[in-house]
């Protein structure tokens, strides 16, 4: 589903791209570049995460293999594929930000200090479903324009857009306006449900609240390989796992 072999060899062309006057633009503004795509660097999209020289090798870039954190030299139990900005519509990549952060490949920590970060930013409103941590291997947000064209079946569609469309209630954890809920895996094991996705209590938290629920689950989870993740965008929407 992610291995599109274009991609991959423009995320490759986008690391050879360490242009030093592109530093000081802010990582994601839109830039009207004179020639080619515009691209972002690793450096400009995942600050203070260090990476494998190997990984970024003209070796690596030829082959368009992602840059991996220094920490997945070692085995590491925890592995995780970021595509910050893609989206896999009927398995085509599609880009929900330009321009687009490239693909990395992170140990736990690295991956949750980015998506922490990320997350807590992020104003939009969301539902997110804790994975079931046996079985996952893609965790990806989805906004409400995109269910359908992501696969979403319609009574799930219909079932997270009537949650998220509820009145705004104050986060259980400290007085801000909650915009996300979190559903545990025991209210909801089944993301096909739509009924169970209907009549979930969840826990309603703010960003900074909901952030830290969703990286205490991945902290918990003894070892994993996801080989798709991405980070929330649109004004509302859900984390979906597979
Ligand atoms: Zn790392
Ligand atoms: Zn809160």
């Not at 970024?56 to 595509?83: T, Y």
């Amino acid at each position: 589903m992610i291995s599109e072999a274009g991609e991959r060899d423009k995320y490759g062309v986008e690391c050879m791209s360490g242009a030093p006057g592109r530093s000081r633009l802010a990582a994601f503004d839109i830039i009207a570049a004179p020639k080619g795509p515009m691209r972002v660097t690793h450096e400009e999209a995942y600050p203070g995460i260090r990476f494998l020289p190997s990984s970024m090798n003209w070796w690596a870039r030829l082959k368009g293999v992602p840059a991996e954190c220094i920490h997945l030299e070692d085995d590491q139990a925890f592995m995780a594929s970021l595509l910050p900005d893609t989206l896999y519509l009927r398995g085509k990549a599609a880009k929900r930000r330009e321009p687009a952060r490239p693909e990395v490949s992170l140990c736990r920590n690295c991956f949750l200090n980015v998506f922490r970060r990320e997350f807590e930013g992020f104003t939009g409103r969301g539902i997110a479903f804790e994975p079931d941590g046996s079985s996952f291997s893609q965790y990806f947000f989805v906004s409400v324009p995109d269910f359908a064209a992501a696969g979403l079946l319609p009574e799930v569609q219909a079932a997270i857009e009537r949650r998220l469309a509820g009145e705004s209630e104050p986060c259980e954890q400290c007085s801000f306006p909650a915009t996300w809920l979190w559903i545990s895996r025991e209210e909801v094991p089944d993301l096909g449900d739509a009924h169970a996705i209907l009549h979930a209590a969840g826990k309603k938290l703010c960003a900074i609240h909901a952030a830290r629920a969703m990286c205490e689950a991945f902290e918990t989870i003894p070892e994993a390989n996801l080989y798709y993740v991405n980070l929330p965008y649109g004004e509302s929407g859900a984390y979906v796992w597979f």
